[in-house]
């Protein structure tokens, strides 16, 4: 289907709402029936139907529809956070003494997820670095039940070949799962590499404003089926229907938004890469790019995370770039309008990236829907303060 049906009508029946154009929020827990039949039908089957929103729910069906068909998948789940989504996904297919590889550097509370929850569980975990598909095939054992993949990350982009690692999983009956919130569903589709899960931080690019904390989940009928029956009714992971209205209103503008995040990105990409003070950048489209190749082949486009390492023998010269920026706001969060920035400096430990000289000076910028130009002018002039 194509994206601009998608966005404006699908899942949309305006004759049953008064042919309003933009949908109600049908902001009610639960759902009247007016016989025993009825009734009977929709408990056997609560995800088609309308019973009790921590279930299903009118508005949030629009936005289910919506991003499995963004997603190239039969059925979704919208839940009250990514972290949510994450969780469920990956707990839906694991009992205890199963095993999951994970990449090495996933989002920090999916690595929790592994390190501190699971694991109480019995569930154990290898982290593997991720770019060698032969290094995944090592990890496996008899008991491996999931593959987690995270591509790009968020912080340094290193990416996975989902085609081979789709391939090699299904080969040995495992569950792959991907976090795509980084490529965005405009960017990258796993599923159409043989991925089964595909999740994401809706709170990104999905929702777009910086106004709603969401997640989804999106893959096979049977699979959500599945994610629903457990995870999603026991834990409570529901979103609510006026946040659903929210990302469908956010999903409107998906692609203007995405792509102009995109194009500047690549501007200051250029900028940063040219500029004496920045030694290295981190953008998977950019030629300077170690898994660029593999990057093309994956993902249509980038999105608006950038990293960069400073070119400063000291922490009081990063320091002082930090400080001097000033259109770039310091918060955690990106894919909404507004540009942000995160100083390695602030982390006192990442997954991946430890206190050493090489990494204090590593910068990660989202370029949000601001012009390149005023956003290039306050990066030079930061860049620039380091000297002072
Ligand atoms: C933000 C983020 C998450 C977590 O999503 P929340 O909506 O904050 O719960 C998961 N993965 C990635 C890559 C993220 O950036």
């Known amino acids: 289907m194509e994206l601009s049906e998608i966005l404006t009508h699908l ?13 109600p929020v049908i902001q009610s827990s639960n759902f009247v029936f007016d016989s025993i039949a009825s009734f009977r039908e929709a408990i056997a089957n609560e995800l088609g139907h309308h019973i009790y929103t921590r279930g299903n729910n009118p508005t949030v069906q629009i936005l289910r529809q919506k991003i499995a068909a963004l997603e190239h998948t039969e059925d979704c789940l919208v839940t009250g956070s990514g972290a949510a989504a994450v969780s469920a996904s990956v707990m839906a297919n694991v009992c205890a003494g199963d095993h999951v590889i994970c990449v090495q550097k996933p989002y920090s ?21 991720g770019r060698d598909i032969k290094e995944i095939e090592q990890a496996i054992n008899s008991n491996t039940r999931v593959i987690y993949l995270e591509s790009p990350n968020s912080l340094t982009f290193e990416i996975q070949d989902l085609a081979a690692c789709a391939s090699l999983a299904r080969s040995r009956g495992i569950v792959t799962i991907i976090d795509n919130s980084h490529a965005s569903p405009l960017y990258q589709n796993p599923a159409d590499f043989g991925i089964d899960l595909v999740v994401h931080s809706a709170t990104k690019y999905i929702n777009g404003h910086s106004d709603v904390v969401a997640g989804v989940i999106c893959g096979s009928k049977e699979m959500i089926q599945k994610i629903f029956n457990t995870e999603y009714m026991t834990l409570g992971l529901t979103i609510s229907p006026h946040d659903a209205a929210l990302m469908i209103r956010g999903l409107r503008t998906l692609e203007l938004r995405v792509s102009k995040s995109n194009e500047t990105a690549f501007k200051i990409a250029d900028f940063l ?7 290295k950048i981190y953008f998977p489209l950019h030629p300077s790019f170690d898994q660029y190749e593999l990057a093309k082949k ?30 770039f706001l310091m918060a955690v969060s990106w894919g909404g309008y507004e540009s942000l920035m995160i100083p390695s400096l602030v982390f006192h430990d990442v997954p991946g990236i430890p206190d050493s000289p090489v990494h204090w000076s590593i910068v990660r910028l989202y370029i949000g829907l601001e012009d390149a130009e005023y956003l290039i002018s306050d990066l030079r002039e930061a860049l620039e303060s380091m000297e002072r």
């Open 11 to 23: 899942g949309e029946q305006r004759h049953e709402y008064f042919n309003a154009v933009a949908p």
């Open 109 to 129: 509370w999916t690595f929790k997820l592994l390190t501190k929850l699971l694991s109480r569980f019995g569930v154990t975990h290898t982290f593997v670095d």
């Open 298 to 327: 994956q993902m249509r486009g980038c999105g608006g995370l950038l990293t960069f390492k400073l070119r400063a023998d000291s922490k009081e010269k990063v320091e002082k770039f930090v400080q001097a920026i000033k259109k």
């Open 273 to 279: 890469f040219n500029h004496p003070f920045v030694e």
